[in-house]
C-alpha cells in the first residue's frame, strides 16, 4: 500500500464510509508497519516527539468534525467515537513514517526545548505468583505472552472433606490468564487475586477474587460456581461475566456477557441479563443494575483502555494499575472526563500524549510518578 491509498483509506475511516474488507486492509498494513524496524533519523526528519505532536494536530482537526454539535458546548468533555478514536491511534502511530520516512526531501522540523514528557514507562505483561495451600510461592512471569496455569483435573471432594486451597495473585502491572480443574477460564487484571480450592467439592465451585477478574465458566449443573468479592456472592451455572472490585473503587461492577448470573449482597438479590451490569456502592450497600457497553467493561481483558466519558481520576487508577506508577494530582480541583479507545500495550508516554491532546490536561512523568497538571 502506497502513501497516497493510506492516506484515502484513514480519510475515509474516520468518516465510517470503508467496507469491512477495506478497514481489514487498512489495519494489516498498519500492523505490518508495527512490525517492521524502523529508525528515526532526527538530522533527516525532526525531532520525533514534535513530528508526532504535529500529526496529532491535523488528526484532531478531522475527529472534531465527527463530534455532536452540544459536544462544543461541553468544553470539558471530549467524546470520540470508538472509530475515530482507533484511527487517531493508527494514524498516530504511522502517518509520522509516511510524512517523514517516505518524503525526506520535505524540511524538517527545528530542534528545540525537550517535551514534557521525557521519560518513559513500558507497559504491563503477563506475570503472577501462585502460593500454594503449604504458603510456598511460585513466580508465574516466564511462560511468555500466551502463559496460561492450567490446574490439574481433580475427583470432586467428598462433602465433609476439608479442601486445600491456593491463590493466584498479579502485582501492578501484570495480568494472567488461568484453566481451573472444572475447566473454567480466569483472566485476572493487574493487582487482583483469586482464591480457589484444588479440588472443587460434589456439591459446588467456589472462589473468592480481589480486584477485576473475568470468568468463562464450564457448564455444570449438578455443581453451581460461587464468586465472592468482599461483601457480594454471585451464583453461576456456565457463563461469561467480568467483576471489579477493587478496594479503591466506589463500587463493586458486575458485568454479564453471556448466560445468566445471581448476584447477592447485604440482604439485596438480583438476575443480571447480559448487557447489564450491577453497581454495588462500598459506602450505601445499595445496588443498582444499568445497561452498559460489554465491550468497554472488558477491553482491560482485550488489550485496550476504553473510556466513556469517564472521569480522569477513574482513568488515572487504570492507568496507575497497568503500568506501575504513582498518579499525583497538581490541583485537587481537576475533574476532566474522556472517552476514546487507546491500547494497552503502547509505553506510557503515548497514553498520556493522546489524553492531551484534547487540550484540556497535561501530565509530567518523573520516575514512576505521574504528575496531572
Known amino acids: 500500500m502506497d502513501r497516497k491509498e493510506f492516506e484515502h483509506l484513514a480519510a475515509q475511516f474516520l ?182 480450592p484444588i479440588a472443587f467439592s460434589q456439591t459446588e465451585r467456589s472462589v473468592a477474587i480481589k480486584g477485576e477478574v473475568y470468568f468463562e465458566i464450564a457448564k455444570d449443573k449438578k455443581r453451581p460456581f460461587k464468586v465472592q468479592s468482599g461483601t457480594q456472592q454471585l451464583e453461576v451455572l456456565g457463563t461469561h461475566f467480568n467483576v471489579n472490585a477493587y478496594d479503591d473503587e466506589a463500587e463493586i461492577k458486575t458485568t454479564l456477557l453471556e448466560g445468566m448470573v445471581r448476584v447477592s449482597a447485604r440482604g439485596h438479590t438480583t438476575i443480571l441479563k447480559p448487557g447489564q451490569q450491577a453497581r454495588l456502592s462500598g459506602s450505601t450497600g445499595q445496588m443498582d443494575v444499568v445497561k452498559v457497553d460489554i465491550e468497554e467493561a472488558v477491553s482491560w481483558k482485550n488489550g485496550y483502555f476504553i473510556f466513556d466519558n469517564e472521569e480522569i481520576h477513574s482513568v488515572m487508577r487504570k492507568i496507575s494499575r497497568w503500568y506501575g506508577v504513582e498518579v499525583v494530582y497538581a490541583n485537587a480541583q481537576i475533574s476532566e472526563n474522556f472517552g476514546g479507545t487507546i491500547s494497552k500495550f503502547e509505553n506510557v508516554s503515548q497514553v498520556l500524549k493522546i489524553l492531551e491532546a484534547t487540550g484540556t490536561i497535561h501530565f509530567k512523568i518523573e520516575g514512576r510518578k505521574i504528575i496531572v497538571m
Open 15 to 196: 468518516k465510517g464510509k470503508l467496507s469491512t474488507q477495506e478497514e481489514r486492509r487498512l489495519f494489516e498494513h498498519y500492523d505490518a508497519l508495527q512490525q517492521e524496524e524502523r529508525s528515526w533519523d532526527e538530522s533527516a526528519m525532526g525531532v520525533k516527539d514534535e513530528v508526532q505532536n504535529v500529526v496529532y494536530g491535523k488528526v484532531l482537526q478531522e475527529l472534531a468534525e465527527y463530534r455532536e454539535p452540544d459536544q462544543y458546548r461541553k468544553s470539558r468533555n471530549i467524546f470520540l467515537s470508538w472509530k475515530a478514536a482507533a484511527a487517531l491511534i493508527a494514524i498516530v502511530s504511522v502517518a509520522a513514517l509516511f510524512f517523514y520516512v517516505r518524503t525526506p526531501a520535505e524540511k524538517p522540523l527545528k530542534k528545540e526545548e525537550a517535551p514534557a514528557l521525557v521519560q518513559d514507562i513500558g507497559p504491563g505483561s503477563n506475570k503472577a505468583v501462585l502460593t500454594l495451600a503449604d504458603g510456598s510461592q511460585v513466580a508465574l512471569d516466564s511462560a511468555g505472552p500466551e502463559a496460561v496455569y492450567h490446574m490439574k483435573a481433580a475427583a470432586p471432594a467428598a462433602a465433609n472433606e476439608q479442601s486445600a486451597y491456593n491463590t493466584i495473585s498479579t502485582p501492578l502491572s501484570g495480568q494472567y490468564q488461568l484453566v481451573l480443574a472444572d475447566g473454567s477460564k480466569v483472566w485476572l487484571n493487574a493487582n487482583s487475586s483469586i482464591r480457589f
